[in-house]
């Protein structure tokens, strides 16, 4: 077998298309919704080789125009999650043992046919699954999962590279990097196609096997993915994609002993559940499994009173609102001075005035629908209490569903800086404002401290470099990833990890090799060459 020391190809950032009007990239996207909008696919399970159809079908419809009917998906059940952990095991000798060049070659090619030929069929897939626009979805199902992919394949080989000194002389240490023992189980969420593209295929990356659920909602573009992986050679049996209920799912991988473990991003309430069961469930697996999970966030805006007003309110109005609002990351909860306050608020109604919204085949809407009805109803409800309680809402504040799941951005203003607005996970397009008075600054930084049980992403507007000093400092437990003049979203992969800590999952840190550390077991190896042949140490000998 020929062997090699292999250098990967240097990841760099995908460039992010900005669909100008009359560019070829815009063009290419709508004829690509045109045709996903004109046809209505049938998708199965992928479980080892085989694409399943269970003739149980559920529809899949845009969030935006749920009359709209764009195929089916096939639901499975628990035999269905079983079959797929046989393939997963049985599987996984040769993928294993398969060099990790050979490896890294299939998810480079998944990165290039991403980038190049399926650009925007996933778009496509995105935009009308998850109501994203255009660039929304640009960001994401194309150049992020671009990026998980290549920048994953050169901290693969940072990780195999690693190994540790020679100890003396007659000794040679190694060090290698297996794969877990037993299957992982992917759990992805609707939101974000590229993480629904990186949680299965980093620990697949190192050699792993893994179970793959998505969200429901996201099942319509999770299909161009397996088809892409298909494509690019990942073998039957290493990612198995199943659709079945989320407690039946659980129901048998937690109880299964060759559970190694989970890449999870979903709310805080199922993974701590999740990890609630594996504890009681420890004794039945063959080793410790490895808990890996993102949840959720309350993220902040945070600022000082030499803050740019406009700059402040550009930061809102993007961090709230795009994609409704619907990131782990998105601004949800500000601090602003009072002597700010007048100017941004007038900076934010405006641009709230000319936001568009609506379906995301008219590229000039801004907003689209919320993910689905329940979201709706929850997001509807905020709004609705906000109004019975008598705050002062200054934009927004409206919702339609009769022919999408549509909210207005919203804008909340209270007194009370404990409002429940402030402190609990709304997942939407809705921002709550809290004027402080200019002055007590450090008193505001201990209530962004101590108001959330979350700590994902914030950020700090502040002209003063004192100021963002101290806010950076006081706030380092507040937020995994913070920001400094710049809205909490939009973590780049190779540029800022992302995940948070606190309620908001473990910080393994997605686009980074801390992940991929977790989907491996390190066993070092010391060889002697010439190995002793007497008990004897010489501190025996007489004086």
Excluded at 428 to 452: C, K, M, N, R, W
Excluded at 501 to 513: F, H, I, L, Q
Aim: proline share 6%; charged share 25%.
């Amino acid at each position: 077998m020929l062997k090699g020391f292999f250098n990967v190809p240097e990841p760099k950032n995908e460039p992010v298309f900005d669909y100008a009007p009359g560019s070829p990239e815009k063009a290419k996207l709508k004829e690509a919704l045109k045709e996903a909008r004109s046809q209505q696919v049938d998708i199965p399970m992928y479980i080892g080789g085989e694409q399943v159809k269970t003739g149980k079908k559920i529809p899949l419809s845009p969030p935006h125009d749920h009359q709209h009917l764009l195929g089916h998906f096939h639901e499975g059940d628990k035999g269905h999650v079983e079959q797929a952990i046989n393939a997963a095991l049985g599987a996984k000798e040769a993928w294993e043992t398969m060099e990790w060049e050979q490896r890294a070659a299939i998810f480079l090619k998944a990165a290039d046919l991403i980038a190049g030929p399926y650009r925007y069929k996933i778009n496509a897939a995105t935009m009308l699954g998850q109501s994203k626009n255009a660039y929304q979805a640009e960001i994401d199902s194309a150049c992020e999962i671009v990026d998980f992919l290549r920048f994953n394949v050169k901290y693969m080989t940072d990780i195999y590279s690693q190994q540790p000194p020679i100890s003396g002389k007659g000794v040679w240490n190694r060090l290698e990097q297996r794969p877990l023992e037993g299957f992982i189980f992917a759990l992805t969420p609707f939101n974000f196609t590229a993480i629904a593209g990186n949680l299965p295929t980093a620990p697949a990356m190192m050699g792993n096997t893994v179970v793959w659920k998505p969200a429901y909602t996201q099942i319509y573009a999770a299909n161009v993915l397996m088809e892409v992986f298909r494509d690019a050679g990942v073998p039957d049996g290493v990612i198995n994609l199943v659709y079945v209920d989320g407690p039946a799912a659980g129901e048998v991988i937690f109880d299964h002993p060759d559970f190694a473990g989970i890449h999870f991003t979903g709310s805080t309430a199922v993974f701590q559940t999740i990890w609630k069961t594996i504890g009681n469930n420890i004794t039945k697996y063959k080793s410790y499994p490895r808990i890996v999970g993102e949840t959720g966030g309350k993220d902040f805006v945070v600022a000082h009173k030499s803050a740019r007003a406009k700059e402040l309110a550009t930061g809102l109005v993007r961090g709230a609102f795009e994609f409704q609002g619907q990131k782990c990351s998105a601004a949800s909860r500000a601090y602003v001075p009072s002597n700010l306050w007048e100017d941004v608020k007038k900076y934010i109604q405006e641009d709230l005035s000319t936001m568009k919204m609506g379906g995301v085949e008219d590229f000039t809407n801004f907003v689209n629908a919320v993910i689905d009805e329940k979201s709706f109803d929850k997001i509807a409800s905020f709004i609705d209490k906000a109004k019975e309680e008598g705050l002062e809402i200054i934009s927004g504040g409206n919702y339609d569903k009769s022919k999408g799941y549509f909210v207005e951005p919203t804008v909340i203003v209270t007194k009370d800086p404990m409002y429940k607005t402030m402190c609990e996970e709304i997942f939407g397009p809705v921002l709550t404002i809290y004027v402080y008075q200019a002055d007590h600054f450090e008193e505001t930084l201990e209530l962004v401290d101590q108001t959330s049980p979350y700590a994902l992403t914030g950020a700090i507007f502040s002209q003063d470099r004192y100021a963002a000093e101290f806010a950076t400092k006081k706030l380092r437990n507040a937020a995994g990833n913070f920001y400094i003049n710049d809205k909490p979203t939009g973590a780049v992969v190779g540029q800022q990890p992302f995940g948070g800590a606190r309620k908001s999952g473990t910080n393994d840190k997605a686009g980074a090799m801390i992940n991929l550390l977790r989907w491996v077991s390190p066993r070092t190896i010391k060889e002697t060459f010439v190995t002793p042949t007497d008990y004897r140490y010489p501190f025996q000998g007489e004086e």
